[in-house]
């Protein structure tokens, strides 16, 4: 009877401390950021955790959530950025509180004070302990721990989130989204050393985004959420362009079908980052390419 004791009591020991570790990506400067995310042969392959990575009890776009996820695998973390009534800052994604939150209505019809008294609900519709939190919150929390990639809502100006960025002195884990060539240029004349993502499915499409000012050694390519041709991995990785493949939807379907090897698969084919609302299993995959192909990075870390 006493040696099961002891078995079970290793058994939760070693529960406990792996749930305790953290992957962490840490960068000094927004150069070496942007080094890391420039494409070589050697690019460490990684999971972007949609929404931060929510599952049952873990909200969307919540810290507690950022925190959680990174206890599984290094993680760039997708998350939302709204305006509330009093033009402060915070994680929502979308326009109405009811489906995230205690609260109802639209998120700009509340105060900061107010939406930090709502309390955030899993996408199972469980109410938890956890409140909304600004930027500058997520910002703080996220230096040397994560990459960002800050995707900022309709009517969110970029300039008041690049002066967040800023203010919390986060440009070295801060990568702005963007959705076509006249916010990525208005991006980057606002911050020439910030990275952002764009959306590229081909030749034209850089193109355009060079003939705006944006150089390719501040991009980052958001392909689609199928898998593109070839050739545009090809043209991508030349400039030195990472590619991010959004798995969230129909590619993860797939690999719930036909196996989480499948992510696996995207990045023997060309992708560098898989945008996934299934990061724990599609990490695993990663886990798996990194080993097999014997890859090293300084700014990773398990604490």
């Not at 105060?111 to 899993?122: M, R």
């Not at 991010?244 to 129909?250: E, V």
């Amino acid at each position: 009877m006493r040696s099961v004791f002891v078995v079970l009591l290793l058994a939760v020991c070693s529960w406990s401390f792996a749930q305790q570790q953290s992957y962490l990506l840490q960068f000094k400067t927004s150069e070496e950021l942007r080094n890391f995310l420039s494409y070589s042969p050697k690019r460490i392959p990684l999971i972007s955790a949609h929404r931060g990575g929510p599952e049952k009890g873990y909200p969307e776009n919540a810290v507690e959530t950022f925190q959680h996820s990174i206890g599984f695998q290094p993680l760039i973390i997708e998350c939302d950025i709204a305006l509330s009534k009093d033009s402060a800052l915070v994680m929502m994604h979308d326009d109405r509180l009811d489906r995230t939150t205690t609260g109802t209505g639209p998120i700009q019809d509340y105060t900061l004070d107010e939406l930090k008294k709502l309390q955030l609900k899993d996408n199972d519709g469980n109410v938890t302990s956890f409140r909304i939190p600004t930027l500058d919150e997520v910002l703080q929390w996220g230096k040397g721990k994560v990459i960002f990639t800050l995707d900022v809502k309709r009517g969110v100006p970029f300039e008041k989130v690049i002066a967040a960025v800023r203010r919390n002195q986060a440009e070295s884990c801060s990568v702005i989204i963007t959705y076509n060539a006249n916010q990525a240029a208005e991006v980057h004349k606002l911050a020439e050393d910030l990275m952002i993502s764009a959306s590229i499915r081909g030749k034209e499409d850089l193109e355009r985004l060079n003939s705006y000012g944006v150089p390719d050694n501040r991009l980052i390519a958001f392909v689609g959420v199928s898998e593109p041709d070839a050739s545009v991995y090809q043209l991508l990785h030349e400039h030195k362009i990472q590619c991010i493949l959004g798995t969230m939807g129909n590619l993860d379907r797939m690999a719930i079908a036909r196996g989480d090897k499948v992510y696996y698969d995207f990045v023997s084919h060309g992708a560098d980052v898989l945008s996934s609302d299934r990061p724990k299993e599609a990490g695993q995959s990663l886990k798996q390419y990194i080993t097999d192909h014997k890859l090293t990075s300084p700014h990773l870390l398990v604490k």
